[in-house]
């Protein structure tokens, strides 16, 4: 699934009006009627919807099945690979970056990030027990201001 930096995806882009994302989604598996809700998308994508019910954040989460299954950027694929090797490779295409507390903030309006809910033999079953390199588990996509904690 490609992500279109601070608009969201194909199928759900900011300020979409809920009723709309459901008519392209079906209703979500978790989470109707409330600020975020859950839909069962491959990717999997986790909708806040800000109080007039409109789209305010996308996010996508990993799929862990690789390749168009999961959230990709100009052939760069984002979730389900180390946290590092995104990075770097997003910063070969041009973009920059602020760290947060759980990955990275990007300016052209995108968060990639790790809960460290998978680790790094996950990915690679060389990898020893105390290898702490971070997995991106999920890509967050709306204007860059929002990470920044703007939200107006």
């Known amino acids: 699934m490609e992500i279109i930096p601070s608009r969201g995806v194909d199928l759900v882009k900011i300020g979409d009006h809920r ?6 989604t079906g209703l979500p598996h978790h989470g109707p009627g409330g600020e975020r809700a859950v ?15 409109t789209v305010e954040l996308v996010e996508i989460k990993y799929s862990g099945e690789g390749g168009n299954a999961e959230a990709q950027l100009d052939g760069i694929q984002l979730t389900h690979r180390f946290l590092d090797d995104v990075v ?12 947060s507390d759980i ?9 990639v990030w790790s809960m460290h ?9 060389a990898a020893s027990e105390d290898d702490e390199r971070a997995v991106a588990e999920g890509v967050s996509v709306a204007p860059y201001a929002y990470f920044c904690g703007d939200k107006e």
């Not at 009723?19 to 392209?24: A, D, Y």
């Not at 990955?103 to 968060?111: L, N, R, V």
């Open 117 to 125: 809910s998978l680790w790094a033999p996950d990915l690679d079953p």
């Open 19 to 24: 009723s709309h994302v459901e008519e392209r």
């Open 39 to 53: 839909y069962n998308t491959t990717p999997m994508l986790v909708i806040t919807y800000a109080a007039d019910s």
């Open 88 to 99: 770097s490779d997003l910063h070969a295409r041009g973009y920059t970056n602020t760290p």
């Open 103 to 111: 990955g990275h903030d990007f300016h052209a309006g995108f968060s």
